[in-house]
C-alpha cells in the first residue's frame, strides 16, 4: 500500500535544477512532519532535508545547505524538494517519508515512505 507519491525526478546536467514533490495516497500528512531521503548505489539511505507539520522548522543535510529548499503547501498536502546547482554525487534515488512528530535525521523514525523517484545528475 503507497501512501506517498514522489514525482519530479530526471535527468539534469552538472549546475542544473530540478523540483520534486511528494503527495499522499489515501490519507492525509498535513499534521506529520516529512522527510526527504536519497539512496545511491551501494549507499545506505540518508537525510536529505525535513519539515515541521507547520512549515515552520527546516532542517538539511550539510551536503545540500544552501543548494536545496524544503517547503510544504498544506492547502495541498504536498512537500516540495526545491535542488539548485546539482552535482553528480547528488544522483540517487530520492524518497519522501512522514514522521508523527518533529523532523528527524534518522530513517528509522519515519513511519511512511513513498517508492521514490530518481535522479540523475550527469556531468
Known amino acids: 500500500q503507497v501512501h506517498l507519491v514522489e514525482s519530479g525526478g530526471g535527468l539534469v546536467q552538472a549546475g542544473g535544477s530540478l523540483r520534486l514533490s511528494c503527495a499522499p495516497s489515501g490519507r492525509t500528512f498535513k499534521s506529520y512532519a516529512m522527510g526527504w531521503f536519497r539512496q545511491a548505489p551501494g549507499k545506505e539511505r540518508e537525510f536529505v532535508a525535513g519539515i515541521s507539520w507547520r512549515g515552520d522548522s527546516t532542517l538539511y543535510a550539510e551536503s545540500v545547505k544552501g543548494r536545496f529548499t524544503i517547503s510544504r503547501d498544506t492547502a495541498k498536502d504536498t512537500v516540495y524538494l526545491q535542488m539548485n546547482s546539482l552535482k553528480p554525487e547528488d544522483t540517487a534515488v530520492y524518497y519522501c517519508?512522514?514522521?508523527?512528530?518533529?523532523?528527524?535525521?534518522?530513517?528509522?523514525?519515519?513511519?511512511?515512505w513513498g517508492k521514490g523517484t530518481q535522479v540523475t545528475v550527469s556531468s
Open positions: 517519508a512522514a514522521n508523527w512528530g518533529v523532523p528527524l535525521t534518522s530513517p528509522n523514525e519515519y513511519d511512511y
